[in-house]
């Protein structure tokens, strides 16, 4: 049995530290795996210091500015066979959920369509649940193709019958045009669909960490609120700057991260420092008791 009373952050390659989960552990696996890209994934911030001199940008009243773009975290994303690295993490992930678990599988539309493919082969097809569409509108347009603006999130349970889904958990949002519903209707919202507009974190926000494809608490929030129980154990085998533990905490639940990389084990570690009996090892097996 795994002894984590509120959190634990593992410093571990995720297949050998899926590996070592007993099995029915977790009620969520919320996964957001390099996406293939084939370049780098950077985290950048931009530095502007006054230069009246010089400067390669105007300011308010026409004052000079030199900027800098400072590299703050970043992790390879490139992959020979992506679907032969993903396949034995998606099999550990349905062992490790509980039979009432659900698997959120973060993509973009890359690979999304082999990996639904993948997930019907290893959970069956008829444990689809959803496929949702994270939509946002940020950065530049090309002018080639329909810019591409949403990223697409798997959803499987791993009974059809049993699966946990709180839809009254949920926080709603506002209608479109909320003059044409009843003014109860209007106050309460809507409960959101599968397609979910939410901005990307902002650059300049508190939230905003500096780890390359962070994604916003909001997505995680709903997630976690709707597929999961008060209590129970969410798990992120890619888990990045540690949204997914930052919202479990929040909403009261328990939470496992597990990531590979130095960078992103000292992040979290610091994002999470006020989370009491945080635990932080080097293998799953330090947290079998
Ligand atoms: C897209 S990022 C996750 C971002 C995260 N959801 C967040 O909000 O910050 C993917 C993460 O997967 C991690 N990763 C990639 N391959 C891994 C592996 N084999 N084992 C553990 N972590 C891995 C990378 O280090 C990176 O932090």
């Known amino acids: 049995m795994l002894t984590i009373t509120t959190g634990a952050v593992v410093h571990a390659d995720a297949l050998a530290a899926l590996r070592d989960v007993p099995p029915g552990s977790a009620g969520l696996v919320y996964a957001d795996p390099p996406f293939n890209t084939g370049r780098p994934r950077r985290g950048l911030r931009l530095r502007v210091a006054l230069?009246?001199?010089?400067?390669?940008?105007?300011g308010f009243a026409g004052r000079r500015y030199r900027s800098e773009r400072l590299l703050l975290q970043q992790y390879p994303d490139s992959f020979d066979d992506y679907l032969g690295w993903l396949a034995p993490l998606l099999?550990?992930?349905?062992?490790?959920?509980?039979?009432?678990?659900?698997l959120y599988l973060h993509l973009d539309p890359r690979e999304s369509h082999y990996c639904k493919l993948l997930l019907d082969q290893i959970f069956g097809r008829d444990h689809f649940l959803?496929?949702?569409?994270?939509?946002?509108?940020?950065?530049?347009?090309?002018?080639?193709?329909?810019?591409?603006?949403?990223?697409?999130?798997l959803v499987y349970v791993r009974d059809r019958r049993a699966y946990h889904f709180d839809a009254a958990a949920v926080e709603r949002i506002p209608y479109m045009a909320p003059a044409l519903q009843r003014p109860d209707r209007a106050a309460?919202?809507?409960?959101?669909?599968?397609?979910?507009?939410?901005?990307?974190v902002p650059t300049?926000?508190?939230?905003?960490?500096?780890y390359p494809t962070q994604k916003p608490l909001a997505i995680l929030r709903r997630i976690i609120a709707a597929s999961s129980r008060p209590g129970e154990l969410v798990l992120d085998w890619c888990a990045g700057?540690?949204?997914?533990?930052?919202?479990?905490?929040?909403?009261g639940r328990r939470f496992l991260l597990i990531d590979h990389g130095t960078d992103a084990v000292a992040l979290m570690r610091r994002r999470l420092e006020d989370v009491p009996g945080l635990r932080c090892t080097a293998s799953v097996s330090e947290l079998l008791g």
Do not use: C, F, M
């Not at 230069?51 to 105007?58: A, E, I, L, N, S």
């Not at 959803?130 to 999130?153: F, M, P, Q």
């Not at 300049?204 to 500096?210: F, I, P, Q, Y």
């Not at 700057?241 to 909403?251: E, I, K």
């Open 130 to 153: 959803n496929e949702l569409v994270w939509a946002y509108d940020y950065g530049a347009r090309s002018t080639r193709r329909w810019s591409a603006k949403h990223d697409v999130i």
């Open 204 to 210: 300049n926000s508190r939230e905003r960490t500096g």
């Open 91 to 102: 099999e550990e992930s349905r062992r490790v959920l509980a039979p009432h678990g659900t």
């Open 51 to 58: 230069d009246p001199d010089g400067g390669d940008r105007t």
């Open 241 to 251: 700057s540690g949204t997914t533990g930052v919202a479990a905490h929040q909403l």
């Open 188 to 200: 309460l919202g809507k409960l959101p669909t599968d397609v979910w507009w939410q901005t990307i």
